[in-house]
């Protein structure tokens, strides 16, 4: 494998020595001796946690930072210029990246992985399940860090641990859910009309998220390698998170259950919409440059191309604009509160996304943009915060509501107020893109 990649043979020699390959197993052996000195009444047991923690630790924690720190570590020591310009696939340098970087994690935590399914194969425990969960998670982990570092680096962010503290709050969650299923295995997930068990449930969770943040990895490393892409990816999996999710308030369907299911899918997927559309607005690189590759493509009716240009903040906006109609004509009625509540005001929530991504787009269509997200952010926190405030406190509800309008009671005024006010935002960004880069494309 490693003479077939090159990008992996490198990692390899980089992250292993002599020394370290013989003093992992030596130190993990010394602290199983040590547990099984103690001849405790569960010294097998005691085993098989720590090893399952001191994997969580070595491959979750810091072989998630590994990986997401591999791209930006070149960046900044300046070699990922010339990686860009080898002969290497993408995939090659994806799964070079994904398995090499945290290699040395990888190799100190198959050894505590092993011994958590030997000393616990003893019990009554089903540890080849969650063994594989903890694979799988371990995998989804480093895939979605070597995604934000790829995106990271093409922003041109060059700080080293940039993302750690999401990285290491994501493990933390992954690490809460492995233990609630530690004490509850055999409870039962009720999800779309079915009956599964936690353990299992997880897995094939795992197993589906893992396997899209490693296509999502890919993707981004094709865009990195200006091999463009046609944005397909994006919207499958963002249908696939909305009825993922979906299924929890529809654990039980009765009667027409094919409306109240597309209902739920489209409701969730606005929320999913949304959460996607700003997180890549705020990680990928925007303004006037990716603006004209894109007018370009329109222009000289190159289709195909417009949609390899096309930005996925814009990509998923226009999907969560799409779901949003969708879930308003479908209608919300027998859905049960949850999701009416999500979907009440699907078209007024997607009028807020647009809004706030031209906001950003006029920041960014400056002359000389600085600091586009800090200044989007600042005024985000007027408009949805004090602005809205400081009215209420002085009794003007009124004209408060004419700012960020409610998404209950009268929801045709919330959503021409916002429509009002993503048209006005457009009109800015496009204002300022006429007048700073107009005679750039002329």
């Known amino acids: ?3 077939a990649n090159p990008e992996l043979r490198r990692n390899l020699w980089l992250e292993f020595s002599t020394h370290r390959v013989i003093a992992a197993p030596v130190v993990i052996g010394l602290i199983a001796l040590l547990f099984l000195a103690s001849d405790g009444k569960e010294v097998l047991h005691n085993i098989a946690m720590a090893a399952a923690f001191g994997y969580v630790a070595v491959v979750l924690l810091w072989g998630t930072k590994l990986a997401g720190d591999s791209v930006i570590e070149e960046a900044r020591d300046r070699t990922w210029d010339a990686q860009r310009m080898s002969s290497i696939t993408p995939w090659r340098m994806t799964w070079g990246k994904l398995l090499g970087a945290p290699s040395f994690a990888w190799y100190t935590g198959g050894i505590l992985l092993v011994i958590f399914v030997t000393a616990g194969s003893t019990m009554d425990m089903p540890v080849l399940r969650q063994a594989l969960l903890m694979l799988c ?17 093409r922003k041109g962010v060059s700080r080293r641990g940039a993302g750690t503290i999401l990285i290491v709050i994501l493990a933390f969650l992954w690490l809460g859910t492995g ?3 530690l004490d509850d295995m055999e409870k039962t997930v009720a999800w779309w009309g079915l009956s599964i068990s936690r353990l299992n449930f997880s897995l094939y969770s795992a197993l589906a998220f893992g396997a899209w943040a490693v296509l999502g990895a890919y993707r981004s490393m094709c865009n990195e390698l200006e091999i463009r892409t046609t944005p397909w990816a994006l919207p499958a999996f963002m249908l696939f998170t909305a009825a993922y999710f979906a299924g929890f308030p529809l654990r039980e369907i009765h009667g027409a259950g094919s409306v109240r299911a597309f209902f739920g899918v489209m409701a969730v997927g606005v929320i999913v919409a949304m959460v996607l559309s700003y997180s ?7 303004g006037a440059t990716e603006w004209q590759r894109l007018r370009a ?9 417009a949609l390899q240009e096309m930005p996925l903040w814009l990509v998923a906006l226009t999907v969560g604009v799409c779901m949003a109609f969708a879930a308003s004509v479908t209608g919300g009625s027998g859905s049960g509160r949850l999701l009416h509540q999500i979907g009440a005001a699907p078209v007024a929530l997607m009028l807020f996304a647009i809004r706030d991504a031209a906001i950003f787009q ?7 943009p600085r600091r586009v997200e800090a200044a989007t952010l600042f005024y985000l926190i007027l408009l949805y915060g004090l602005l809205p405030g400081l009215l209420k406190a002085f009794g003007a509800d009124a004209v408060a509501n004419f700012i960020l309008p409610p998404l ?9 107020v916002m429509a009002v006010q993503a048209a006005l935002a457009m009109a800015l960004a496009v204002t300022r893109w006429r007048r700073n880069h107009a005679l750039e494309v002329a």
Do not use: D
């Open 1 to 3: 494998m490693s003479t």
């Open 137 to 153: 998670g371990a995998i989804m982990m480093h895939a979605m860090a070597l995604n934000g570092s790829v995106l990271a680096a």
């Open 280 to 286: 890549l607005l705020f990680a990928e690189k925007s």
């Open 362 to 368: 006029f920041f960014a269509l400056a002359r000389q």
């Open 179 to 181: 233990l609630r299923l």
């Open 297 to 305: 493509r329109v222009v000289a009716r190159q289709w195909r191309r």
């Open 408 to 416: 209950s009671g009268n929801l045709t005024f919330s959503a021409a």
